[in-house]
């Protein structure tokens, strides 16, 4: 069965500082993975896909790597904003081809 | 293009009642699946419907029900509503069955609470 773990739950920084996110899925066949966005009280932004023939993906600030080997994936944040303060979610297809399986989220505050 | 809509957008309801809630999906997506979040469990899944037919199951009671019509529009009810369900239902929709090479598009959610 797969499980996701994210570290850490809660995260605090101030302006300006580069931060990476950490994911860890148990089961490594896989065929993506996915980030998300969530703010308070409200749906999932997607932030990022990035499949399993592929070892990062950027999109703007954002920089997600995946291990599948090692069943870890990070999301770099570089140069942090105020904006940037939600909870970030990933997320993994489940065992038997079943939708998505997510972790419990890191609740990111940027600190002007 | 439009992006997955739920309504409402937010529900209070009393223990025992029963409740429906909507979506509908990006145009041309088949595959609907539903998300139940909760502080203390995260984000579960709870079934996945493509072409008006159940494709998956998550692990939650019988009171949990969906049904798909044939312009992929979803609704999902719970019946007998206990306080625990009080929860934000998200869902999701995707162009093929959800997994494998599938990116899920989700909806802002539904805020039910159980009174």
């Known amino acids: 069965k797969q499980e996701v773990t994210q570290i850490p739950a809660a995260l605090s920084v101030p302006e300006g500082e580069n931060l990476v996110l950490n994911c860890s899925f148990t089961d490594s066949a896989i065929y993506n993975l996915q980030w998300f966005r969530q703010d308070p009280g409200k749906g999932l932004t997607s932030l990022l896909l990035?499949?399993?023939?592929?070892r990062e993906q950027t999109s703007g600030r954002l920089n997600a790597s995946l291990d599948k080997s090692s069943g870890r994936s990070t999301l770099y944040i570089a140069a942090s904003q105020p904006g940037d303060s939600a909870t970030y979610l990933c997320?993994?297809?489940?065992?038997?081809?079943?939708?998505?399986?997510f972790g419990k989220g890191t609740r990111l505050s940027v600190i002007a | 293009k439009a992006g997955v809509t739920q309504t409402p957008r937010y529900l209070i309801k009393t223990r025992g009642q029963q409740v429906t809630l909507s979506c509908s999906p990006i145009?041309?997506?088949?595959?609907v699946s539903w998300y139940q979040q909760t502080p203390g469990q995260g984000l579960q899944f709870l079934f996945e419907?493509?072409?008006?037919?159940?494709?998956n199951k998550g692990n939650f009671p019988g009171r949990f029900s969906g049904r798909q019509f044939s312009n992929s529009r979803s609704e999902m009810n719970v019946s007998t509503l206990e306080l625990g369900d009080s929860a934000l239902y998200l869902c999701?929709?995707?162009?093929?069955?959800?997994?494998?090479?599938?990116?899920?598009?989700f909806g802002p959610g539904t805020r039910l609470t159980v009174l």
């Open positions: 999701a929709s995707s162009p093929r069955l959800a997994g494998a090479d599938n990116e899920q598009f």
């Open positions: 145009s041309g997506h088949r595959s």
């Open positions: 419907y493509f072409s008006e037919t159940q494709r």
């Open positions: 997320a993994v297809p489940g065992s038997g081809n079943t939708p998505l399986v």
């Open positions: 990035i499949q399993s023939s592929q």
